[in-house]
């Protein structure tokens, strides 16, 4: 004896299906994930997803690498150091990391000057010699002011090293932080680092020849000189 099924039950053979749980997706459609568009669903102009070229991330700023990192507007471009600011920058850092190994190394050969010299004398102790000037000097003091001459010269390197190390870091050297200027690189507006820091000054080399690279920031549109051009690197004003 069969009975009759009640309206709404399923059909014979057939298993009912579970209820659908709230906040989830029909089945067989991919769920959303954070930040990611729905099927179908196209970003806004100037959008990007994680994951797609050109996405951008909140405190990035910077962009996709390659790409223009000021492009978006997250980031105000800033304006490029003028001629006249780099010359100052360098004319301090000259001053700054060459005054000190200066004194140390001009002390050092007045020492070396004092003991070839130290005292002279006419010899009359041969017979019938009139008389032969006859200079003596110290050994310690030539010795003592070559020494000095040589710790001047080691004072110059590290002096330089620290500056181009702490180029590389924050993008300024003594003389460039007080002008307001800052060497970055060009991709991404970051500091160079050390290596490329080093690089770049070993570049200066191409910007000697008649000063020619030296004097290119003042009519380059980016205000490069050759070294800059070089190594992807651009002088920017920070205040």
Same mark, same amino acid.
């Given at each position: 004896? $069969?009975?009759?099924?009640?309206?709404?039950?399923?059909?014979?053979?057939?298993?009912?299906?579970?209820?659908?749980?709230?906040?989830?997706?029909?089945?067989?459609?991919?769920?959303?994930?954070?930040?990611?568009?729905?099927?179908?669903?196209?970003?806004?102009?100037?959008?990007?997803?994680?994951?797609?070229?050109?996405?951008?991330?909140?405190?990035?700023?910077?962009?996709?690498?390659?790409?223009?990192?000021?492009?978006?507007?997250?980031?105000?471009?800033?304006?490029?150091?003028?001629?006249?600011?780099?010359?100052?920058?360098?004319?301090?850092?000259?001053?700054?990391? =060459?005054?000190?190994?200066?004194?140390?190394?001009?002390? =050092?050969?007045?020492?070396?000057?004092?003991?070839?010299?130290?005292?002279?004398?006419?010899?009359?102790?041969?017979?019938?010699?009139?008389?032969?000037?006859?200079?003596?000097?110290?050994?310690?003091?030539? $010795?003592?002011?070559?020494?000095?001459?040589?710790?001047?010269?080691?004072?110059?390197?590290?002096?330089?090293?620290?500056?181009?190390? +702490?180029? =590389? +870091?924050?993008?300024?050297?003594?003389?460039?932080?007080?002008?307001?200027?800052?060497?970055?690189?060009?991709?991404?507006?970051?500091? $160079?680092?050390?290596?490329?820091?080093?690089?770049?000054?070993?570049?200066?080399?191409?910007?000697?020849?008649?000063?020619?690279?030296?004097?290119?920031?003042?009519?380059?549109? +980016?205000?490069?000189?050759?070294?800059? +051009?070089?190594?992807?690197?651009?002088?920017?004003?920070?205040?």
């Amino acid at each position: 004896m $069969t009975y009759p099924n009640p309206p709404g039950s399923p059909a014979p053979g057939q298993y009912p299906g579970y209820p659908q749980q709230p906040g989830q997706p029909p089945y067989g459609q991919i769920p959303q994930q954070p930040g990611q568009p729905y099927p179908g669903q196209q970003p806004y102009p100037g959008q990007a997803y994680p994951g797609q070229p050109g996405a951008q991330y909140p405190g990035g700023g910077y962009g996709y690498p390659g790409q223009d990192p000021y492009a978006y507007g997250m980031q105000q471009r800033p304006p490029y150091a003028s001629w006249g600011a780099r010359v100052g920058a360098s004319l301090l850092d000259g001053l700054i990391g =060459g005054l000190a190994p200066l004194i140390v190394m001009i002390i =050092g050969f007045v020492m070396m000057v004092s003991g070839v010299k130290e005292s002279c004398d006419y010899d009359y102790s041969s017979p019938g010699s009139s008389g032969q000037l006859v200079c003596t000097h110290s050994s310690g003091s030539m $010795t003592s002011g070559t020494l000095v001459v040589l710790l001047g010269a080691l004072l110059a390197v590290v002096i330089s090293l620290v500056m181009l190390y +702490k180029q =590389g +870091k924050t993008g300024q050297t003594w003389g460039k932080k007080i002008v307001g200027i800052s060497v970055l690189r060009e991709r991404d507006g970051m500091p $160079t680092g050390f290596g490329m820091a080093f690089v770049r000054n070993l570049c200066h080399i191409a910007d000697g020849f008649f000063y020619l690279g030296y004097l290119w920031p003042l009519w380059d549109e +980016k205000k490069q000189t050759f070294a800059d +051009k070089i190594v992807s690197t651009v002088v920017v004003r920070v205040k």
